[in-house]
């Protein structure tokens, strides 16, 4: 048998469900308040279809919104890079898209931000009816070279064309805003931002998770036993001890050598570079290491591409195969170099005479000797290897 609610009850759930649709009431309100545009136009933000965006903002909020990538989302990124132009469509209009990764790690698009949109003429006409509506409530379509003044003040930059004017207003680098007031109509018809901003917050959370556990290029380097004979093999002796660059910074602690914590880098990001500060025997080496990664990774498991050694700074001996090393004559460096048959360079600046000798794939990679003209003798000794890979 069915029973009715009593009366108490049922007055109870209507004043409940009334508080309930007061506050539901309250908090879009609130919403609707937060999503207002600002007048300051590095606010970065703006209305499309009556849809709020403030840049940058992430892919998932961004596809939330109704967009569909034209591409493919798996595609990865490195850190401290971006992408123009990839595309975007939502109900007939499509969009250019700023993806940017500016996190510590290599992610996929979908990981990435949305740093930025911009739309063009040849667009909107796919989607006539399109609302654009910049800060200040200027909108697309209407607004003229005037207003845009009048709202946000004389621009950055200003740029006349044949068939444009654009006006550039800049915050800072990757932050900015690019309007196109076509000269036939008078008012703005194309229309960039760009607001590239990381993600301090994010970013310490992933550097909280990086281990010292060592990566696959660590684990696969082994340290040579002997010099060799052939000097573009960059197998050398360094303050006695034999690496073959590039060298795992942990490869130097082990020969002794104690990470400067306060002068190094903690923590550097996927396939990028750090600097680095070690000491050893009271001498100081200081140089800029590589992450081969894709991930962040803890400065120890970086690598050195470069050793150095200089008459008048720490005395850090480096030999290379043949015998090459600081402190021999311009004579004996001549013969090391005719005897290894390598192609070199003579620079005489008049105080110093350079000697150099480029790598096989990169003009970066190499040897760099500096004789004093005065006394004849080898006072610097640089060697330099970064392939692109550890393979």
């Known amino acids: 048998m069915k029973k009715t609610l009593s009366w108490l009850l049922i007055l109870a759930l209507v004043l ?15 919403e609707e308040e937060e999503r207002t545009l600002s007048d300051d136009i590095y606010s970065f933000q703006l209305m499309l279809d009556g849809e709020f965006y403030q840049f940058p903002m992430s892919w998932a909020d961004f596809t939330a919104l109704g967009w569909e990538y034209l591409g493919e989302a798996t595609e990865q990124m490195r850190p401290n890079e971006y992408s123009v ?4 469509e939502k109900d007939g209009l499509e969009l250019y898209a700023s993806l940017v990764n500016l996190g510590i790690n290599t992610v996929t698009y979908d990981q990435c931000m949305v740093g930025g949109i911009s739309l063009d003429p040849y667009q ?38 044949d068939m444009y004017t654009k006006l550039t207003y800049e915050y800072d680098y990757y932050q900015d805003w690019d309007f196109y007031v076509y000269k036939e109509s008078g008012v703005v018809e194309e229309a960039e931002v760009r607001n590239f ?6 970013n310490a959370a992933a550097a909280a998770l990086v281990t010292d556990e ?47 914590e306060e002068l190094s880098d903690a923590i550097v990001s996927g396939y990028d570079y750090g600097w680095l500060t070690m000491l050893k025997d009271n001498q100081q080496f200081r140089c800029m290491v590589t992450n081969y990664d894709p991930n962040a990774v803890k400065v120890t498991n970086c690598f050195v591409t470069e050793v150095e050694s200089d008459t008048y700074g720490p005395d850090l001996p480096l030999t290379l195969p043949g015998g090459a090393k600081d402190g021999m004559s311009e004579a004996e460096l001549t013969a090391w170099l005719d005897g290894q048959g390598l192609d070199y360079e003579k620079d005489d600046s008049g105080s110093f005479v350079y000697y150099t000798v480029e790598g096989p794939d990169s003009s970066l990679d190499g040897f760099e000797f500096t004789v004093d003209a005065e006394t004849g003798n080898v006072t610097s000794v640089t060697v330099s290897y970064e392939p692109d890979t550890l393979d």
Do not use: C, H, I
Request: aromatic share 12%; glycine share 10%; charged share 25%.
């Open 16 to 30: 409940a469900l009334g508080a309930g649709y007061a506050l539901a009431a309250e908090e879009e309100e609130e």
């Open 85 to 88: 132009a990839e595309r975007f």
């Open 124 to 161: 909107f006409k796919e989607s006539p009816d399109t609302e654009m509506v910049f800060p200040g409530g200027l909108a697309y379509g209407a607004a003229t070279e005037q207003d845009l003044r009048d709202a946000y003040g004389e621009p950055s930059d200003t740029y006349e064309g």
């Open 197 to 202: 901003v990381a993600d301090e917050e994010a």
């Open 214 to 260: 060592p990566t696959e290029g660590v684990l696969a380097y082994e340290a040579p036993e002997e010099l060799g004979e052939d000097p573009m093999g960059f197998t050398v002796e360094y303050a006695g001890d034999l690496y073959q660059l590039p060298a795992p910074v942990s490869a130097f602690v082990e020969n002794g050598w104690t990470v400067q």
